[in-house]
C-alpha cells in the first residue's frame, strides 16, 4: 500500500522528469521500490537512460536491473521488439539466469504463444519447484485462454505448499464464483477470514456466497458475515446494510409458520435500514424515495 507521502514524492519526481528536469534514475527507482504500474513512463524514462552510453555505464550492476524494468515495461505496452532486445542483453551477461528465463517466458505470453510460454516455464519448474512466480504465471496462462478447470488443478497444487499467499486464496475463490462452484468458493473465504479475520472484504464476499447457496442455515450465517463487514468498517459499507435487509427478509419468509421462538428478531434489519436511509439522505437524497420503496417491500413482519 503505497502512502500519501510516498505518492506526493512519486508525483513530484515524475512531473520533474517528464518535464526535463532530471532525476530519471531516481524516479525508475521509486516506481520499483514502490510496486506501482508506470508502464508509458517507466519505458520512455528507461530508454532515455539505456540509449545513452554515459548514463548507461554511470549505472554500475544496476544497469541489469534497469533493463529487466524496461523488458517488462515494453510488454505491458506492447513494445515487444524493445522486450526482446532487453532479454536479449540480459541473456548474453546472465545465459543461465532462471530470472531472465521467467522473462522469456512472459514474452512468449505477451506474444499469445500459450504452449510456447507454459512449456518454458514447466521447464523451469523443475529445476525449482518452489518458484511462486512460476507457478502463478502458469495460472495466468490458463485464465487467459479460458481454461479454468486448469487454472483451478494449478492454484490448488500452488496453495499446498503456498499456503499463507493470500492473494492466491482469493484468486481461486473469484474463479469458483464465476463458474457458480459456490461450495468450494465459501472454502476458500473461510480460509482467508481465518488468516486475516480484520479484513471486511473477505467477510462481505463470504456473506455474499452464503446468500447465494441460500437455505435458512447458510442465510443466517450470511447475516451474521455481512453484520461482521459493518462492525469492521464502522457502519459505512452499504452493500452490508443491503444484505442484511436481504437477509432479514429471506429469513422471514424461509421461517413462516414456525414457532415465534424459531423466527428472527427484526431489530438490526431495523438499524439497518435507518442507517441506509441516513446514508442515502446525505449522498444520493435523489434516490431515497427509490431506496425506502425498496426497504419496505423487504419489510418483515
Known sequence: MVTKTEETQLNRLENQVDNGG?????????????????????????????????????????????????????????????????????????????????????????????????????SLLEDNPLDPVLHKRRVAIAKAQGNFPTAIEWLNKYLETFMADHDAWRELAEIYVSLQMYKQAAFCYEELI???????????AYADVLYTLGGVDNILLAKKYYASTIDLTGGKNTKALFGICLCSSAIAQLTKGRNKEDKESPELQSLAAAALEKDYKQRAPAKLLLL???????KTS
Not at 514502490?34 to 554500475?60: E, F, T, W, Y
Not at 481465518?194 to 462481505?204: G, K, N
Not at 425506502?292 to 423487504?298: G, H, M, Y
Request: hydrophobic share 40%.
Open 22 to 122: 532530471g532525476g530519471a534514475w531516481e524516479y525508475l527507482c521509486l516506481v520499483k521500490k514502490l510496486k506501482v504500474r508506470r508502464p508509458d513512463k517507466v519505458l520512455r524514462h528507461g530508454l532515455s537512460i539505456l540509449n545513452d552510453p554515459k548514463k548507461r555505464s554511470a549505472l554500475g550492476p544496476d544497469v541489469w536491473t534497469l533493463y529487466e524494468q524496461v523488458s517488462i515495461a515494453a510488454m505491458d505496452c506492447q513494445c515487444l521488439d524493445v522486450a526482446k532486445d532487453c532479454i536479449k542483453v540480459l541473456q548474453k551477461q546472465f545465459p543461465e539466469s532462471k530470472r531472465v528465463g521467467r522473462l522469456e517466458g512472459i514474452l512468449l505470453e505477451a506474444k499469445g504463444l500459450w504452449a510456447e510460454a507454459e512449456k518454458a516455464y514447466s
Open 292 to 298: 425506502t420503496s425498496a426497504l419496505k417491500s423487504l
Open 194 to 204: 481465518l488468516s486475516q479475520p480484520t479484513v471486511p472484504l473477505y467477510h462481505l
